[in-house]
């Protein structure tokens, strides 16, 4: 089943378009990974999908409602959540206060705590720091953060920008494994990432941006063994 849909999507910053005339879907249940340089229009995509920016042309489905001029905090109640590039989180904020921040759509009590466990359960180390502050925390626990507070709205689409950026390697495998168990258990997840050779690995499909159009589509495989994608995205020439 098609669960988000992005037909001839363009975007404009002023007179210069980021995106062009960019298509393509996402079935529930895939992890479907968006690569490319700096500046191809990764988190311009993002953030038109999550509602914070306005497409100049082409139309945005999700489970099947054209939601292209839905409102940002709308769309997180009908079931998209991104956690931005950058984290994005409160820094003067508990945890626990970043979490509850992430439900505030929500009032289904009951599925709240069984999804405040949840996030506990795939961040170990985000119940072991309840009560401090997040801006004190490292780079590595903010984006586990980031993303436990995305859950907290019980989304069936979550968008990630960029969760391994400034990382520590044995950050950025831990992040990695636990996409894919969030995945595992139901969630639908469209990541941005330029660690292309992790997010292709762990992805069902991919498409490589560039300037704006994508340019190349595939299984995460086919595209991990394709020739130009290995030289100009991978390190391999």
Known sequence: MTLLELKNVSVSYGRIEAIHDMSFSVEEGEIVSLIGANGAGKSTTMKTISGILNPTQGSITFDGQDITKMKAHIRVIRGISQAPEGRGIFPGMTVLENLD??????????????????????????????????????????????????????????????????LAPQFIKQIFSIITEINNQGTTILLVEQNANQALARAHRGFVLETGSITHSGTGKELLANPAIKEAYLGVG
């Open 101 to 166: 921040m992430g439900a505030f759509g929500r009032k289904d009590r009951s599925g709240m705590d069984a999804d405040f466990e949840r996030v506990f359960a795939l961040f170990p180390r985000l119940a072991e720091r309840k009560t401090q502050v997040g801006g004190t925390m490292s780079g590595g626990e903010q984006q586990m953060l980031a993303i436990g507070r995305a859950l907290m709205s019980a989304p069936r689409l979550l968008l990630l920008d960029e969760p391994s950026m400034g």
